[in-house]
């Protein structure tokens, strides 16, 4: 009689116990953690990942679900944990694959240098990671065979990204996304380097939508003519090239022989100076029909004023150093 109750009594605590694992609720880190598994992770390597994050209390829990669901594959990735959850409940999700991801917002005219911090920034990588990825031009060599880097072909756009994204990946999705968009756009009817490197300047010279087709114009005309296009933002990225760019233009940056410097050198400069967005692209392949060849900011804000001569330019120059106390 004493052993049965002593079996009865081992029995209810080992149950009592097996409830007080599996069904209750663990949490033994604070705020958030982060857990990365990569494929080819087994079940035990798992359990061990999560019971060392505090997500589960011991390794071998993960091992019991498995058993109790045989059937269920285990999907790698980033997985982010923010509350307290029963094995069964780490277990779904891992099984439904749940990974984390968060959105990577490059704006339009971003360069590479910028898109770099940027990731930095969020932690995906490392700013050197990602412009030593961006630096080999191999993934659109076939479009653009004499492209430098990826400049201007890392399309502008809202990117989900997790901290087990490199910056290999994250390079052919942006790639990717500009294929798509130029197929739409360009029907294989234009030189795609020499567009969008055009449509780079454009992008950095104006915010102004309806000035796009306008700034075009101006290039288009200036390249004509054989004038030298003397954009500042090529100034600045060559500047920016040389590691030697301090915010503003300097007489020895107008002065420099960097082939993106478009002061010094006729034609287009080398490749793109930054990543344009669809309306400026869409403005380098559709120039407005215009005589203009100049154009200075509009000392009142707010644009630029265009000229054909440059009489008028130099008018508007003034007005604008006037304006500015430049």
């Known amino acids: 009689m004493k052993k049965l109750l002593f079996s009865i009594g ?5 149950a009592g116990a097996a409830v007080w694992i599996f069904e209750g609720s663990y949490r033994g880190f604070e705020g958030e953690t982060f857990v990365r598994f990569e494929r080819g992770a087994g079940t035990r390597e798992m359990g061990r990942e999560l019971q060392q994050s505090g997500v589960l209390r011991f390794d071998w829990e993960l091992t019991v679900e498995r ?37 990577l917002t490059v704006p339009e005219g971003s360069n590479i240098f910028d898109i770099a911090n940027l ?11 990602f412009e030593a990825a961006a630096a080999d031009p191999s993934l659109i060599r076939d479009l653009a065979p004499s492209a430098p880097t990826l400049e201007g072909f890392l399309f502008p ?10 910056a290999a990946e994250l390079c052919k999705e942006m790639t990717d996304s500009f294929r798509k968009h130029w197929r739409r756009l360009a029907n294989g009817n234009a030189n795609v380097q ?28 200036r390249l004509r003519k054989g004038m030298r296009l003397e954009c500042d933002p090529t100034t600045i990225y060559a500047a920016l090239l040389d590691n ?16 993106y410097n478009t002061y010094q050198h006729e034609g287009l400069p080398p490749g793109p100076i ?50 500015s106390g430049s």
């Open 119 to 129: 990731v930095e920034r969020y932690g995906v990588m490392s700013a050197a990671d």
């Open 157 to 166: 756009a809202t990117y989900r990204v997790n901290h087990m994204t490199t």
């Open 274 to 323: 930054a990543n344009p967005g669809l309306p400026s692209l869409e403005a380098a392949l559709r120039p407005a029909d215009t005589g203009y060849l100049y154009f200075v900011a509009r000392p009142e804000g707010g644009g630029h004023k265009f000229s054909t001569d440059l009489a008028a330019h130099n008018k508007a120059a003034r007005a604008y150093r006037r304006k």
């Open 244 to 259: 030697r760019y301090q915010h503003a233009i300097h007489k020895s940056d107008l002065a420099s022989r960097n082939p």
């Open 10 to 14: 081992f029995l209810a605590v080992f």
């Open 67 to 103: 058993l109790l669901h045989p059937r269920a594959k285990l999907q790698a990735g980033e997985y982010r944990f923010d509350h307290a959850a029963t094995p069964g409940d780490v277990f779904t999700r891992l099984a439904l694959g749940d990974v984390y991801y968060f959105d």
């Open 194 to 221: 020499q567009t969008v490197t055009l449509a780079s300047m454009i992008e950095k010279e104006t915010g102004v939508a309806t000035e796009r087709p306008l700034v075009a114009s101006v290039f288009t005309n």
